[in-house]
């Protein structure tokens, strides 16, 4: 079994974040980036596969060359062979799914596990853009996949329950919270994780579907005013409403 | 000159804290509470090859160096000192005696099995007349045939009650040599575990030997080389305790700083009163001058290049750096801080030892002193 995992290098959610000068970008100075908390349950799985059925892990990502990193941590976990898809600074979720079923139909994985989203941005697109792209059978937000030989069965989360499905291979499987539980890079593998070659491809371009015009922090909420109920504070109440908040 | 971690370095880091957060932090209380840290989580820290981190891979290890091991325990000692305790005694100081003065056939034999964690490791030189004047060892160890039989006791030993390995220095016709000696050699026996002020998940207790036979092989380097084998073991065990006080000292300034911004009295946060903020810049410079030392130090051991005084400044300074934040902790925190409610105690009672063990305060000063006067004072 062959499988391919996509993940993304997302800011820490711990971060604390702040729009670039142009006022459309993050400003990553001083920004720890991690894989995305997702992709790692794509991950686990994709080692737990390997492992039961034996074939090979694959973990691509499309971003700059500083995506090295999040590689180099899904190598000491057990993936055999990483890729960066080299992307410019301004792309869409639409080439960053383009760019994966590029890859994809290079390699014809059996299976591509990733995560439900991308806790950056929250476009919640690359699963089915890439499904629709290589025409595999997806099913999103699985929190427990069993593989019984062509028979892929996937159990959802729902509201307020579960939902079991069933498809065949090949097919991309999107990861939910509770998939599993992500391993810790073993010392012996982070070493050897230094050994392993990370593969550097160009990107197809594609034309933005989508552009983002602005970007802001939301802004802090305002201190509330507490008044008492002297005459005084009534009439500095009535102005308030007037003059500040201008609704009477 | 680059004080800049390599990729794997903070890997390594990355993962340990993971580790330290998410699995060992939630059980720090109840291994404090039950004085032991349970044998679940010892097997954990040992699949992820945490127990023999610092040697090489031809005996077991992942060859990260001295450097690497005091990242790891850095990043335990910030959540567990009983903990970080338990993996100095038996990598740093257990192991590592027989890494430093064993034989290729001995550490053959016996390195694997203890860097995988399988077996448990002890140092074990103190006597109830003998520590730091490791020359006056009580303990004999005499040739018999193919047989060295040791006779005698060890005190205070960490590790003892759960070890299978020991690094025994015992006295022979040349003066001290060191052995190793399998806890299951008829005639070992320890003591009841002590009952301790802090650390007290570590398991410290007497090892006896009572006409113990110990193969001839099993001696550790030549005969007589005991003593300068158990002085540079401690040295490594100096430094690696030394970063273990590192990372509590984190862990209570951000502990610290947390609290201070929100308590409030007189109307607003205490971190906004100066006598606060003082606070935590002391311990913010205690932290930065640990650091500094802690990795400049184990830079210099990965290249041979550390003096046993060195280290024993590293001791020096981290362990009453600890004492210092953790005081200073306490007082941010007030009766928070001395709650049990809280770790601030905890941390209170763990760090007072690191300026006992391995040689109090006073004695790395006598080697800081010594070094320096046989030097004519030049550094």
């Known amino acids: 079994m062959n499988v391919l995992i996509c993940i993304s290098r997302v800011p820490d959610t711990a971060t604390k974040i702040v729009v670039g000068s142009d006022g459309k970008t993050i400003d990553n100075q001083g920004v720890k980036f991690i894989i995305n908390p997702y992709d790692e349950y794509a991950i686990e799985e994709g080692l737990r596969i390997k492992e039961k059925f034996g074939g090979s892990v694959t973990a691509v990502t499309v971003g700059s060359e500083q995506s090295s990193d999040i590689l180099r941590t899904a190598l000491a976990m057990g993936v055999e062979k990483a890729t960066i898809i080299k992307a410019p600074e301004i792309f869409d979720s639409y080439f960053v799914a383009y760019n994966l079923a590029e890859y994809a139909k290079s390699i014809k994985p059996d299976i591509i596990l990733l995560g439900r989203q991308s806790v950056d941005f929250d476009s919640f697109q690359i699963p089915s853009l890439l499904a629709g792209l290589i025409d595999y059978n997806l099913v999103t937000v699985v929190s427990k996949l069993t593989i019984d030989a062509n028979k892929i069965i996937c159990e959802r989360d729902v509201e307020g329950g579960k939902e079991i499905v069933e498809t065949n291979l090949p097919c991309i499987i999107s990861a939910q919270k509770g998939l599993n539980e992500p391993r810790y890079p073993k010392l012996p593998d982070i070493m050897k994780a230094k050994s392993k070659p990370i593969e550097i491809l160009e990107a197809k371009p594609t034309d933005l579907k989508m552009e983002v015009i602005s970007m802001e922090i939301p802004m802090k909420q305002r201190i509330g005013k507490i008044l008492s109920d002297s005459d005084e504070d009534i009439n500095e109440l009535v102005r308030l409403l007037h003059e500040e908040a201008k609704v009477i | ?379």
């Open chain 2, 1 to 379: 000159m680059d004080f800049r971690f390599t990729e794997e370095q903070i890997m390594l880091r990355e993962m340990v804290r993971d580790f330290a957060q998410n699995e060992l932090k939630p059980l720090a209380r109840q291994i404090d509470e039950q004085e032991e840290i349970p044998d679940e989580i010892i097997k954990k820290i040992a699949e992820l090859g945490l127990l023999g981190a610092a040697f090489p891979p031809e005996y077991g290890g992942s060859g990260f160096g001295e450097l690497g091991y005091c990242i790891i325990q850095e990043e335990i000692g910030r959540v567990c000192s009983s903990t970080a305790t338990f993996i100095g005694a038996h990598q740093s100081i257990g192991t590592n005696a027989l890494f430093i003065g064993g034989s290729e056939e001995l550490k053959q034999k016996y390195m694997p099995a203890l860097t995988s964690g399988e077996k448990i490791a002890a140092f074990a030189l103190t006597e109830q007349g003998a520590g730091s004047d490791a020359f006056n060892l009580k303990t004999k160890a005499e040739l018999v045939g193919d047989e060295w039989i040791i006779n005698g006791e060890k005190m205070w030993i960490t590790n003892a009650p759960i070890a299978d390995i020991f690094s025994v220095f015992a006295r022979t016709n040349r003066g001290i040599s060191a052995f190793i000696v399998e806890k299951n050699f008829p005639g070992v026996s320890t003591g009841a575990p002590e009952k301790k002020l802090g650390i007290r998940g570590s398991k410290t207790s007497t090892v006896t030997f009572e006409n113990v036979r110990v193969p001839k092989e099993n001696l550790i380097g030549a005969e007589g080389k005991g003593f300068l084998i158990a002085m540079k073991t401690l040295d490594a065990g100096r430094l690696g305790l030394g970063a273990a006080c590192l990372g509590a000292c984190k862990e209570l300034l951000e502990m610290s700083v947390a609290y201070a911004k929100t308590r409030k009295q007189f109307n607003e946060p205490i971190a906004n009163f100066q006598a606060v903020q003082f606070m935590i810049a002391e311990m913010a410079t205690q932290i930065y001058t640990t650091e500094s030392l802690v990795y400049r130090t184990a830079y210099k051991y990965d290249k041979k290049e550390m003096l046993s005084r060195d280290s024993a400044i590293v001791k020096l300074v981290s362990s009453e750096a600890l004492d210092r934040c953790v005081d200073l902790a306490m007082q941010i925190h007030g009766g928070m801080g001395y709650s049990r409610e809280l770790p601030i105690e905890r941390y209170y009672r763990d760090s007072r030892i690191n300026r006992i063990f391995e040689g109090t305060s006073e004695i790395q000063k006598l080697v800081i002193a010594h070094d320096i006067l046989k030097r004519n004072g030049k550094m």
